[in-house]
């Protein structure tokens, strides 16, 4: 008689599953009302065996329905907080689970806004993989249907035809031309920035600098001529120069240079870093040096580890006026931002050539020319820390540049 019973309250329960199965299947493929409103369900069924009763009530059923409403709401608010819109108007991505849905990226009025208690769950799954999506219709961006776009030599984005501009057309992003860093959701997969595309602009300005494109001849980074004196404890001028830079840097003391000719020079800076006692480096500024001028007390040691260079710079024109500054007394800050414009700049920093910095120019400015006079690696800290020291030129910087990808606190720039 036990079994008899037991199998009777399994029966009715599985009557129940049945009953809600085919409501909620029922109520997913209408579009008429709420689901709620779609039930039919009246009372209760109420089974009595001795002292045990089983009950089936249509209000649960109502509560079911009442729940999954709920869900659909939900959603798509959801959806709305991350700029998908489930649309009445025929534009965005078409939805085929549903007859006249449409996801869109801008929030439609309130018309045009589709009901999601109106919705199958099938519609409402296919709005959220449309959300992770990424249209190339521009409409769906708010511009005109059919507008064509055009990347300028500026590296932005136009809606007509600029000079020298080429066509493009919406794509998804890569990590390849995205921020190095910066994180983005793509066709529904996380990606991370690695910068590739910024960096190709980075190294245009690096490798091309003069690099035709209608820049200014103060763009060309060959007018830096470079002489190395490193090995040597003295070198002599072989030409008559103006505008006379000379740069120092090694492991365990500093370089005073010392003329023959009496001729004047100055220090324009050097490093005070207490952490980096290892590493010391500077700057010296000459107006002028005669030929046959004979600059001694270099270090005689030849190895990558020193930095003992000779710079001139042609038609170069500071009369006197150089200054050196360190770009910030914070070793957490990453960028500087350039206040005033400048002319045959030097950019020294405690870093290796694999760290260059990134340059973001002005609007008028496709990018910064720049170039690697050297790089010398200084051996390691007493941390085991590798240490390193280069230097760049820098034809021009127009103020308000921002020069990032670097620590201030160990960057110094002479202009």
Known sequence: MKKI???????????LTMLLSVCMVTTAASTSAATKNSLRSQGAIRYQEGTESV?????????????????????????????????????????????????????PSSSGEADPLLLSFDTILEGIAASQSIPTDPAV????????????????????AQEGAEEIRIQAATAENLSAGTAAWVNGRLILGTGGDNKTYHDLGYREGSGGQGSESSDDVNKARVIDMNGSSSYVVQEDMTDVFLCFSRAGGYTTPILSSGES??????????????????????????????????????????????????????????????????????DYVIEEDMTDVFLYLT????????????????????????????????????????????PRLKAGTRISNINPYRAYMVY
């Open 5 to 15: 019973r037991n199998k009777k309250i399994i029966l009715m329960m599985l009557t």
């Open 351 to 394: 870093a290796p050539k694999s760290k260059m910095p990134d340059f973001t120019p002005m609007d008028d400015q496709t990018y910064v020319s720049f170039k690697l006079l050297k790089e010398a690696s200084h051996g390691y800290d007493d941390k085991g820390n590798a240490i390193y020291g280069s230097l760049y030129y820098i």
């Open 55 to 107: 009950v089936i009530d249509s209000a649960d059923l109502y509560t079911l329905a009442d729940r999954l409403d709920l869900f659909k709401v939900r959603v798509a608010e959801q959806l709305g907080e991350i700029g998908t819109y489930l649309s009445r108007n025929p534009s965005g991505t078409q939805l085929t689970s549903d007859e006249g849905v449409y996801a869109v990226h801008q929030k």
């Open 265 to 334: 020079i100055k220090l324009v800076i050097k490093n005070v870093e207490s952490s980096l006692p290892w590493l010391q480096w500077s700057i010296y500024y000459a107006p002028k040096l005669s030929k046959g001028t004979v600059i001694s007390n270099l270090h005689e040691t030849q190895n990558d580890k020193v930095m003992s260079l000779l710079i001139t710079i042609e038609d170069s024109h500071k009369n006197g006026k150089v200054s050196g500054i360190r770009l910030s007394q914070s070793t957490s800050a990453t």
């Open 141 to 160: 961006y708010g511009m005109g249907a059919g507008a064509t776009l055009y990347k300028g030599t500026d590296g932005k984005l136009y809606s007509s």
